[in-house]
């Protein structure tokens, strides 16, 4: 018995090896201006089933297009914000697998909004040379959209 526990401590041990850091698909960090989520309603997205909660930072993306569109409900009035995307897949390695990143699009067109001003930026969370990197809350990944202005 001692030696079939001590085998399999030897073999867990040994398959620890690789860290793959990438655990979640990736999503949209939208920022509004200080104290506008509270006016927000109701958020939905394009071809979605369902809502998605309007007290969120990180809103899914749509894996199947390249380009996902956020309907923002407020008391007075409804914006939209089309994000756009270009997938890329990588080989991670062969114990971690493939991974999914999400880059500018190469037509160079990032958004289309009904907001007055906006920014987008997209964050790599995987460098084929470097491997992937683990998520830091303080280090955001993915596509990161603030609105400065409604």
Do not use: W
């Not at 041990?13 to 006016?39: D, K, M, Y």
């Not at 969120?56 to 297009?65: G, K, T």
């Not at 067109?109 to 987008?120: A, D, L, N, R, S």
């Amino acid at each position: 018995m001692k030696f079939f526990f001590i085998c399999a401590l030897c073999y867990l041990l040994c398959s620890c090896g690789e860290q793959c850091g990438i655990t979640a698909e990736p999503v949209a960090a939208i920022q509004f201006p200080f104290n506008t989520e509270a006016s927000i309603s109701k958020v939905s997205i394009l071809g979605a089933l369902q809502d998605v909660s309007n007290e969120r930072v990180q809103f899914p993306l749509n894996l199947n297009a390249d380009s996902t569109t956020y309907i923002f409900t407020q008391s007075n009035r409804i914006d939209t914000l089309t994000v756009y995307y270009k997938k890329r897949i990588y080989n991670a390695s062969n114990t971690c697998g493939y991974v999914l990143d999400l880059e500018a699009p190469a037509s160079g067109k990032t958004h289309t909004t009904t907001f007055k001003q906006i920014e987008v930026e997209y964050r790599s969370y995987y460098t084929p040379s470097h491997g992937a990197k683990l998520y830091y809350p303080e280090e955001e990944s993915g596509i990161i959209v603030k609105i400065n202005e409604l």
